[in-house]
T-cell receptor, first 112, second 112 residues
Framework: NAGVTQTPKFRVLKTGQSMTLLCAQDMNHEYMYWYRQDPGMGLRLIHYSVGEGTTAKGEVPDGYNVSRLKKQNFLLGLESAAPSQTSVYFC???????????FGPGTRLLVL | DQQVKQNSPSLSVQEGRISILNCDYTNSMFDYFLWYKKYPAEGPTFLISISSIKDKNEDGRFTVFLNKSAKHLSLHIVPSQPGDSAVYFCAARNTGGFKTIFGAGTRLFVKA
């Protein structure tokens, strides 16, 4: 039982490049979330999903897209990376909306 | 506008003493509150929660107090241990909502 896993762990991008962050959970949770963590800002919700095939915008969705084609996977895409997207990205899942979330180990992204 | 505020960026406590971490919120529609703990290079992990119908919840060394009239909650750790040194995030959920709003976090240092 791996819980929530994220790939990659670390990535360096140049401005304008694209990439996809992968999140996978093996707990059969309906709800999945993508957050970014920046110094002094806590965790801010980028996008979330309430079930397979659904996605919705969070607090800071601009510049990101997501897809939930399979219940266990939640993908976060950056189409054209910007230095302001340098951050640590966390994926989380939960069995019930807004209740205890289980987080992955994070992806550290540096955009030059 | 930060709906969940943790006004102390850091706190230092002697081993064996009590640690008190504070959190204020502005949205009266929040009905469920959570505390997460985060070690460096790891994802946050759930610590303890409280529903808005209660004013106290206890789990071993950890107790969360909720004062709805003051829109304030606090996490007490007694006795504090060096292994408790981490960043603690306060979080809150809207009634019937899917999203959780996180505070900026408080870094706790427990000195041996």
């Amino acid at each position: 039982n791996a819980g929530v896993t994220q790939t990659p762990k670390f990535r360096v991008l140049k401005t304008g490049q694209s990439m996809t962050l992968l999140c996978a959970q093996d707990m059969n949770h309906e709800y999945m979330y993508w957050y970014r963590q920046d110094p002094g800002m806590g965790l801010r919700l980028i996008h979330y999903s309430v079930g397979e095939g659904t996605t919705a915008k969070g607090e800071v969705p601009d510049g990101y897209n997501v897809s939930r084609l399979k219940k266990q996977n939640f993908l976060l895409g950056l189409e054209s990376a910007a230095p302001s997207q340098t951050s640590v990205y966390f994926c989380a899942s939960s069995p019930v909306a807004g209740m205890t979330q289980y987080f992955g180990p994070g992806t550290r992204l540096l955009v030059l | 506008d930060q709906q969940v505020k943790q006004n102390s960026p850091s706190l230092s406590v002697q081993e064996g003493r009590i640690s008190i971490l504070n959190c204020d919120y502005t949205n009266s529609m929040f009905d469920y509150f959570l505390w997460y703990k985060k070690y460096p290079a790891e994802g946050p992990t759930f610590l303890i929660s409280i529903s808005s119908i209660k004013d106290k919840n206890e789990d071993g060394r950890f107790t969360v107090f909720l004062n709805k009239s003051a829109k304030h909650l606090s996490l007490h750790i007694v006795p504090s241990q060096p292994g408790d040194s981490a960043v603690y995030f306060c979080a809150a959920r809207n009634t019937g909502g899917f999203k959780t709003i996180f505070g900026a976090g408080t870094r706790l240092f427990v000195k041996a």
